[in-house]
């Protein structure tokens, strides 16, 4: 792996091949500078990390030491595109010329031994006599760096330039068929498209939860939200809201818990998550959840490496526990040392002429409420205005007193959305309240750049979290009947706009080669979000479902786009199932982190998939989660390449026969929703829709592929842990003390953006 210092000194056996040799060790500049090795000079050793699946390697020369130096042996006029010396170039004296790779020169376990201090001491003048010759810097910074190889410098030497740096843009509820690189032809996004055609595009990229919250918290720690608390059951938002409901699911209903128990399982329920009506979702910052401290975020991990981490965009994590200001949710407390976003996201009441989104149907419900409560005063008082009978003017005013207090507990919050969740920060400070939603965009993408340029010497981490595309669909003018999707399709290619804006900053700064990118979406496309006949959702490529709907592949499967020239093939197309929370063992794989052992990661590493090392998925199962509720189960049988799926519940679709749960506006995870016993079975790889079930009349193996799933299950469900529940009543109620104010509460607002210029963490 990669250390942040490395220290230089003798190496008396360097091996070759081996677990932990990276594939990215047979780029031909890398190859060249192994011959040099080889050849007889001494160089420093460093000791890799354990990795899971990869073991212990032997000591071996960082990868991107070699790379850059091989780099600077391929620009010298007398070497070829691939390294090898020309003849009309300066030689080094003392150096031997090899062909081939390591691998090549000694198989899987060869070993050079015997590296000699006086077979360096003699090729060194050589190297001196090499750079003298050089008239340019490129010359003089070879002469610096092999002088640093060969042992010139005693001791530990720092270089931020031996991992690559790390870019990962996430849409907000984008769905798989919106791209042109998946199939969509109506909206266009070259930039984005330029990145599958420049790098590896996955098919099978799934999202751990099809809702917002859990599916981040899930991106950030590599673990299902089921093992974090940042899962719910409700049929509203599957996050944190401040109003608890009384539902729950009906004792008649069968749930999967049953089916498994009347086939002899014993079942038990670690409490994750709550399981009442109203909690799915962040929905107040103002509220007490989010993702626990305790838990190690790819940011945090890479923050420990050396990497400079910033967050730009949307939170959605939470934010503070106890008192207004403890930010004890907040991103530079999970990793990030730079934050410039939304601690939340866009709502519909971020902009004042839009409908309602937030609870719309509940706030109904309320104001009918509230008016007939209101009559009861008013009746109380007729009595006695009619002198039929006296009322007591103590229960009249009581009465009327308990009706506003009902409307003030539901109406301060409710009544005030916009500015209570609508807030734009700079690391702990606020600097819009209300934001002004029409130049946030621009505003982030002018942080995202900016970050960039400040720490472009590396490493660093940017996750930059689109508000795109949310509605209220904010979108510039200049887009605005741009595509042939109405405005869903304008905002998408402002987004794809953006995106671009980033590609050019890194082509700018010469970042590119030494960028892993990678382009994602949170959950699929909301099929729900309408106006009027106008769809304000996206189409999720053909896939059955979409946001908050379970298990259906709609609202699941999203983009995955990794690109990395100087190390992922162009243009490389994997069907296989990956998840979002791969990327955070990925990440430390390539940033040189080692993986928590005190916790369950459910994260696999991707880049032997990605590198072409290996052809299958390192993930023999998959459970989609509608909050804490198992829905399905995905099985990838690796001895014939077939992915299997299982529904033991489904959401129940309204109107009858639609696609989606258009009269709640989401689907529900327990109450409205159909158990299957025995489950919907689908063969994905013959069945990618989801519309053909099997059953034992039309699939021989229908029941030993039900009996391998639920062993899944049951292995799967012994490993979950109890954890402190985010998603309580208690947690999810909004509290004033904890409401982010700028100024005095409740008086709050501000707009300090011009008056703020970036500082560097």
């Known amino acids: 792996m990669f250390p942040q210092t490395w220290g230089f000194k003798m190496a008396p056996c360097v091996s070759y091949g081996g677990p932990s040799r990276p594939a990215w060790n047979r780029h031909p500049a890398v190859a060249l500078v192994d011959s040099v090795a080889i050849s007889g000079m001494w160089f420093k050793s460093i000791y890799g990390h354990s990795i899971r699946s990869h073991g212990t390697g032997p000591l071996q020369l960082a990868w991107g030491s070699r790379l850059a130096l091989g780099r600077a042996f391929t620009r010298w006029p007398g070497f070829g595109a691939r390294g090898r010396l020309r003849g009309s170039g300066p030689q080094l004296p003392g150096v031997q010329r090899l062909q081939g790779s390591p691998p090549e020169l000694g198989g899987q376990a060869a070993a050079v031994c015997s590296v000699q201090r006086t077979l360096a001491a003699q090729v060194q003048p050589g190297v001196r006599a090499f750079a003298a010759q050089g008239r340019s810097w490129t010359a003089r910074w070879l002469w610096t760096a092999l002088s640093c190889l060969l042992g010139g410098l005693e001791g530990p030497l720092a270089t931020r330039n031996s991992r690559p740096n790390i870019v990962l843009l996430m849409a907000d509820d984008l769905g798989l068929g919106d791209l042109g690189c998946y199939g969509n032809g109506s909206v266009s996004t070259p930039n984005i498209d330029r990145l599958a055609n420049e790098g590896v595009k996955l098919t099978q990229h799934l999202a751990a939860a099809s809702v917002c919250t859990p599916s981040r918290a899930a991106f950030l720690t590599g673990r299902y939200p089921v093992r974090t608390g940042m899962a719910s059951s409700n049929s509203m938002n599957r996050g944190l809201t401040w109003l608890g409901g009384s539902g729950g699911l009906p004792t008649n209903e069968t749930t999967l818990a049953k089916l498994l128990q009347h086939r002899g399982y014993r079942t038990g329920l670690i409490g994750m998550a709550s399981s009442n009506s109203m909690n799915r979702g962040l929905t107040w910052l103002g509220g007490s959840g989010g993702l626990p401290t305790n838990e190690t975020t790819l940011a945090k991990l890479l923050q420990h490496r050396g990497y400079r981490t910033g967050l730009i965009g949307k939170w959605h994590q939470g934010l503070s526990c106890a008192t207004r200001n403890d930010h004890c949710y907040h991103p530079l407390n999970h990793g990030f040392d730079y934050f410039y976003g939304m601690p939340f996201g866009l709502l519909n009441e971020c902009q004042a002429s839009k409908t309602p989104e937030l609870h719309r149907w509940l706030r109904i419900k309320l104001w009918v409420s509230t008016a007939a409560l209101s009559l009861v005063p008013v009746l109380l008082l007729v009595p006695n205005l009619a002198r039929w009978f006296s009322v007591p003017w103590s229960i009249i005013v009581i009465s009327?007193?308990?009706?506003?207090?009902?409307?003030?507990?539901?109406?301060?919050?409710?009544?005030?959305?916009?500015?209570?969740?609508?807030?734009?920060?700079?690391?702990h400070e606020i600097i819009q309240q209300p934001v002004r939603e029409e130049r946030v965009?621009?505003?982030?993408?002018?942080?995202?750049?900016?970050?960039?340029?400040?720490?472009?010497?590396?490493?660093?981490?940017?996750?930059?979290?689109?508000?795109?595309?949310?509605?209220?669909?904010?979108?510039?003018?200049?887009?605005?009947?741009?595509?042939?999707?109405?405005?869903?399709?304008?905002?998408?290619e402002e987004m794809d706009w953006m995106v671009g804006k980033l590609l050019d900053a890194l082509e700018r700064e010469r970042l590119t080669g030494h960028t892993l990118v990678h382009f994602t979406a949170d959950n699929g496309g909301r099929l729900e979000a309408r106006d009027g006949d106008a769809r304000l959702g996206g189409w999720n490529g053909g896939y059955r479902g979409g946001r908050g709907m379970g298990g259906w592949e709609g609202g699941i499967r999203v983009p995955g786009i990794f690109r990395w020239p100087t190390v992922l093939e162009a243009g490389k197309v994997i069907d296989e199932p990956t998840s979002l929370m791969d990327i955070f063992p990925t990440l430390s794989y390539i940033g040189g982190g080692i993986l928590p052992q005190d916790r369950v990661i459910d994260g696999r590493n991707l880049m032997p998939l990605l590198e072409g090392r290996v052809v299958h998925s390192d993930h023999e199962f998959l459970f989609h989660y509608c909050g804490r509720y198992l829905h399905a189960v995905r099985w990838h049988q690796k001895d014939c390449a077939t992915v299997w799926k299982a529904h033991y519940v489904t959401p129940n679709f309204h109107p009858a026969g639609a696609d989606a749960c258009y009269g709640s506006a989401m689907c529900s995870c327990s109450e409205d929703v159909t158990h299957h016993d025995p489950p919907l079975l689908f063969d994905l790889s013959r069945d990618p829709s989801e519309s053909q079930p099997l059953n034992p009349d039309n699939?021989?193996?229908?029941?030993?592929?039900i009996k391998k799933i639920e062993a899944a299950i049951k292995e799967h469900r012994a490993s979950l842990t109890p954890v402190p529940e985010q998603l309580t009543v208690f947690n999810t109620i909004w509290k004033p003390w904890l409401q982010p104010c700028c100024g005095t509460f409740p008086f709050c607002g501000c707009d300090k953006e011009n008056d703020i210029l970036p500082t560097t963490p």
């Not at 009327?400 to 690391?427: D, K, P, Q």
């Not at 621009?442 to 590396?458: C, Q, S, T």
């Open 400 to 427: 009327a007193l308990l009706v506003l207090l009902f409307f003030i507990s539901w109406y301060s919050s409710y009544g005030f959305v916009r500015r209570w969740n609508c807030i734009l920060m700079r690391n």
């Open 441 to 492: 965009s621009l505003l982030m993408l002018k942080e995202a750049v900016a970050f960039i340029e400040r720490y472009k010497r590396g490493p660093f981490l940017l996750f930059v979290s689109f508000l795109h595309v949310h509605t209220p669909l904010v979108t510039k003018e200049k887009f605005v009947g741009h595509s042939k999707y109405g405005l869903y399709g304008d905002n998408v």
């Open 699 to 705: 699939e021989v193996l229908f029941d030993s592929v």
